[in-house]
């Protein structure tokens, strides 16, 4: 049987701890590429174990989701009692005690299944508010069945366009996230491939396209996009980006533009073709087989590809899509995160600017989503000047061309002068504190999950760390932060437990200086045997003298 990584295992432990404590709907966010069918599939047989007798239904919008998710079950457990209800797949097995679901041939047919106890919703970014939706008229009577119903939900884009957060606002289908990975951590871990985004010559001009429904409007995009000198620059562009690059994805802005795209890259001798939501099911399936077999190099696609696509092997991805919207962006670039064998990284080349609208990719989350996209004229990202790669706002390195910076020099002493006056107190001359000991220790975390308590102690006083490894968004991001900077190994830890059990890779500071930062806060820099030195203690976790 396969087993379950830490993060995945993390998930699982979130939804049961939530259930557990009386909750409602609860949210997984799993990066594309991460396994979120394998933790599906887990979901389920722990949940049979539990419950032998218990109806699942696990709801998707696509026929391939369908399948693939049906699919992983069986991989994960061959003889589980699992069938599939969809038109698109041609089967219609309601009798299943584990049913995998198109939403679109099911949703006014939920007394089919008795009474279920258990709906998880594959790509749940995708659930309007709207109960008169079909995921609205499903749950309704799933829930009218049996009042007790739970339901999980799981995606790698927990916000819409048109609502934002799936977990906020009035009429949301879920309570709150329960547990969030990080596409900067598993790129860090080894699970999902680097991305690596260029800051490319041509960039699309959309200031002049009008919008509805807060994107822009398809037609007004698309004719402003879908010039053949801005093709034929782009396609350039592309071609000398990706001759080493296996399989190459580019998003179009509609049916004429991916035809344009497709014949400019054809032009430069790549085989390329096209993928539309209006082709035939046989048809598409084709193209996409001889594409994951290598016979085609290039697939230019309208509308589709930006979920249920598994192809790893694709090392290219080309924006040519400008949107609005966070979700798509990271859907689309999300079809590059999968490893394979040789790939070593992916290259985005961003021609729609969705990287210095939204973030980089691995900066995207649930939180930074509620802020809407960057006003016009304030960008999220800025070009490495010395390779160029597109870098977060804040970043002070590039990984991609990242080299050991100097260390730092310690302050020389200068002649006195008339103006230089002397500290009164011996803490002002000599601010740097011995850390004489430190202690590891599971703390409570109140309403949220525990912390990794670290107390830090030198002669006369103290401070405590509260480190948030189990948390999610920015406070897990800040714990992976203080783990690598303290030396642990990777990959970070997802619990508590298992950071106290690696507690002999973490190296004590040897000397620790606190200063002022405000009349209320403080900034600390820790200071190691070796001379290494991180600043600003706080922003790893909450400081507590």
Avoid at 216 to 239: C, G
Avoid at 507 to 531: C, H, M, N, Q, W
Wanted: net charge neutral.
């Amino acid at each position: 049987m396969l087993r379950l990584r830490e993060y995945q295992r993390a998930a699982l432990d979130a939804l049961d701890r939530h259930w557990d404590q009386g909750g409602g709907p609860g949210l997984v966010v799993l990066p594309t590429g991460a396994g979120k069918a394998l933790v599906i599939a887990a979901l389920i047989r722990e949940w049979l174990a539990r419950a032998p007798s218990a109806r699942i239904c696990v709801l998707t919008h696509v026929r391939e989701l369908v399948v693939q998710n049906h699919g992983e079950l069986l991989a994960y457990w061959p003889d589980a009692p699992a069938g599939i209800f969809s038109a698109g797949v041609g089967r219609r097995e309601a009798d299943a005690q584990v049913t995998f679901c198109s939403i679109q041939s099911v949703r006014d047919r939920a007394e089919m299944f008795d009474a279920v106890d258990l709906v998880v919703v594959d790509e749940a970014h995708l659930v309007p508010r709207a109960s008169e939706t079909g995921y609205g008229r499903f749950l309704a009577s799933a829930r009218a069945g049996n009042p007790a119903l739970k339901v999980a939900g799981f995606t790698a884009t927990p916000y819409r366009l048109d609502s934002g957060r799936l977990d906020e606002g009035p009429g949301r289908v879920f309570e709150r996230i329960v547990h969030e990975s990080l596409v900067g951590d598993l790129i860090q871990q080894g699970f999902l491939a680097p991305l690596v985004c260029k800051a490319t010559a041509l960039a699309l001009d959309v200031s002049g396209v009008p919008k509805r429904g807060g994107d822009y409007i398809p037609s007004a995009l698309e004719a402003a996009v879908n010039r053949e000198w801005i093709t034929r620059a782009a396609v350039e562009e592309m071609v000398g980006y990706g001759r080493e690059r296996r399989a190459w994805l580019a998003f179009c802005a509609g049916l004429a533009h991916a035809a344009s795209v497709r014949d400019a890259i054809r032009a430069e001798g790549i085989s390329c073709e096209t993928v539309t939501g209006e082709m035939g099911k046989r048809e598409r399936d084709r193209i996409v087989r001889d594409f994951r077999e290598g016979k085609i190099r290039c697939l230019v696609s309208v509308g589709v590809l930006s979920t249920g696509f598994n192809v790893p092997e694709v090392d290219l991805i080309a924006l040519l899509r400008p949107t609005q919207s966070a979700g798509l962006y990271v859907q689309q670039v999300g079809r590059a995160l999968r490893r394979a064998p040789g790939k070593a990284d992916a290259i985005v080349l961003d021609y729609a600017g969705l990287v210095r609208m939204h973030g980089p990719v691995d900066a995207v989350s649930a939180r930074s989503v509620a802020l809407g996209p960057a006003a016009p004229g304030l960008a999220r990202a800025k070009p490495c000047p010395g390779c160029g790669a597109l870098i977060a706002l804040n970043a002070s390195t590039c990984e991609a061309c990242w080299v050991e910076p100097e260390a730092e020099d310690e302050e020389v002493p200068h002649a006195a002068s008339a103006e230089d006056a002397l500290p009164i107190l011996s803490e002002s001359i000599s601010p740097w504190r011995e850390v004489t000991g430190w202690c590891l220790d599971r703390g409570p975390g109140g309403s949220g999950p525990d912390r990794l308590e670290v107390a830090l102690r030198w002669r006369g006083g103290g401070c405590r760390v509260e480190v948030c490894l189990e948390h999610s968004g920015h406070s897990r991001e800040k714990a992976v932060l203080w783990w690598r900077a303290f030396g642990g190994a990777e990959p970070v830890p997802m619990s508590v437990a298992a950071a106290l059990e690696r507690a002999d890779e973490l190296e004590r500071p040897e000397s620790l200086k606190i200063d002022a930062a405000g009349r209320l806060s403080e900034s600390v820099t820790v200071r190691f045997s070796d001379g290494r030195r991180f600043r600003d203690l706080r922003r790893w976790g909450t400081l507590a003298a």
